[in-house]
């Protein structure tokens, strides 16, 4: 039985990998898959999917406005036997509908693959749908530096202080983002900003001793 599949795990975890290995898989078996991606993830390039490991493969665009089930029904339905979309959290709500439409009406397995929250801890509107209508969830783990479970997708500034305010997405790698576990998270945010009152303070401290 058909059924739509949300694996979910935080920057790091080897989501695209595990996507582009579960292609490889239906393909080694000759079934078609239509791997896609939201038009939004643009950091490999408009059309590639490209894991940290190396692998890599051409995925369809998928843009916001895209009514998902009329373009499977009336260009894949025909031919694919499995559609695998990476970066799922990007996915508009109404396109977490048609992947399910796509389950029910046509028997067709969906895999999505993405991240469950935001750098805030707040969920995606694409994940929030995604949870609320999948038949499977599960989490892909990945480790804090402290050993703990990372859940968090700690978004850092150009000199590597966490960041706590702006907009949802903002495409990056390691170079923008690194997993923490909830705990480490807030010691960090907390740390950073008596360090911050320390740098601020400076200026006044030396001025004073002036006087």
């Known amino acids: 039985m058909a059924k739509l599949y ?48 190396g692998l890599q493969a051409d995925a369809e665009v998928i843009a916001p406005e895209l009514d ?37 009406e046509l ?15 707040q969920l995606f509107p694409g994940s929030r749908r995604l949870f609320e209508l999948a038949d499977s969830i599960s989490e892909i783990k990945t480790i804090c530096s402290c050993g703990r479970k990372a859940s968090v997708n700690a978004r850092i500034d150009e000199s590597g202080f966490v960041v706590t305010e702006g907009a949802q997405v903002c495409l990056g790698g390691n170079d923008r983002y690194i997993a923490l576990c909830h705990h480490c998270w807030q010691q960090r945010i907390a740390h950073e900003r008596e360090l911050r009152q320390g740098l601020a303070e400076q200026p006044q401290l030396f001025e004073e001793g002036l006087d």
């Not at 028997?107 to 801890?121: A, H, I, S």
């Open 6 to 53: 949300f694996k979910y795990g935080a920057m790091g975890s080897s989501k695209t990998a595990q996507a582009l290995i579960t292609k490889f898989n239906y393909e080694e078996r000759g079934m078609q898959v239509w791997l896609i991606k939201p038009a939004i993830d643009t950091r490999d390039g408009q059309t590639v999917i490209r894991s940290r490991i």
């Open 107 to 121: 028997r067709v397995p969906v895999l999505c693959f993405g991240l469950r929250t935001d750098f805030l801890t």
């Open 68 to 104: 998902i089930y009329a373009e499977f029904l009336h260009r894949y339905s025909a031919t694919t036997h499995v559609i695998i979309a990476d970066e799922a959290q990007f996915l508009q709500p109404h396109q977490v509908d048609g992947l399910r439409r796509i389950v029910d």
